[in-house]
């Protein structure tokens, strides 16, 4: 039996929806081998039935709606590293996106970002605005940051026998972080990290690239390219890897790599975050900051003005 050695694993997808609210998808699953059979015994009985009753167990309820006409998918933390979990048990090379207002504005200004983030496995609210308007929206989740999912899903997988590829970053980012993360987490299976150009790859550059993470065999590929760059990334690989996720973590390969400091986790809580990456580079952040978010705040206003009216409010 496969076990986390020190939790409970969750599992579960989001449906699919074109509406405001979906249906919500339960699972109830204890560790991996419980996710493995009620993954298979939900897909015939949407009912939910714990393997003993006795036992602690922690009930899934992931919905996906609607952020300013970008597919969001609202669950707690927890629910969020068991999903990705177990993707594990079938390899069909899922993906992940971590959305927060930089990028659910972005998706209202470009159609292939917002197709993109359409066919996502797992949209995560990466930002308290995120989490704050589903709340208004009738859906109670937590924030589901790319940094700290990638950090939960690697410690937990090490005792799966889980293999990590480490995608992005500046130079020598990657591999940097990949010392850091064997170091930190004894028996992770760091199995490859590459730093790409800055600049687009050549089709020629991206077919290298594919080809050399697949060799690798990885479960797992993390991606830290920059938004929306990475999410395109995630998109053109899924088609052309055989590994169980997608993920594309951003920040994160700076952050645990040591390259460039987070803010202290209180502003994290109160959604202040931006004013702490504003503070470290304003040059560069200070204009998107006042454009996109003060975007997000009409767009999400006239949402929330057509929900209470009963109208499925969609931005143009």
Known sequence: MLTTGGGDVWAGTAANTE????????????????????????????????????????????TRLRIIGV???????????????????DRTSRTAHFCNVHLTVSANDSRNLLETLESGNLNATDGMPLVWMARRLGAHGERVSGPDLMLAVMDRSRALGARHYLYGGG??????????????????????????PFRPPTADELEVDLARIQAASPDFVWVGLGAPKQEYWVEEARGRLRVAGILAVG????????????????????????????????????????????????LATRQLIGSSAGIDSEPD
Request: with cysteine.
């Open 19 to 62: 509406g405001r609210l979906a249906r919500s998808t339960t699972i109830c699953a204890p560790n991996l081998a419980d996710v493995v059979e009620r993954r298979v015994a939900c897909r015939r009985d949407s009912r939910p039935r714990c393997p003993d009753p006795n036992r602690r167990v922690w009930y899934q309820t992931v």
């Open 251 to 298: 920040a994160a390969f700076d952050f645990h790599s040591g390259s460039k400091r987070r803010a202290p986790r209180w502003m994290q809580r109160t959604g202040t975050e931006w004013l702490f990456r504003l503070s470290r580079e304003p040059r560069r952040l200070w204009r998107r900051y006042a454009v996109t978010n003060t975007r997000f705040i009409v």
């Open 171 to 196: 130079a020598g980012v990657a591999e940097k972080l990949g010392r850091r993360l064997a170091a930190d987490l004894p028996g992770l299976q760091v199995v490859g990290a590459l730093s790409p």
């Open 71 to 89: 597919p969001v998918d609202v669950m707690r933390f927890e629910e969020a590293v068991g999903t990705v979990l177990g993707w594990m048990a």
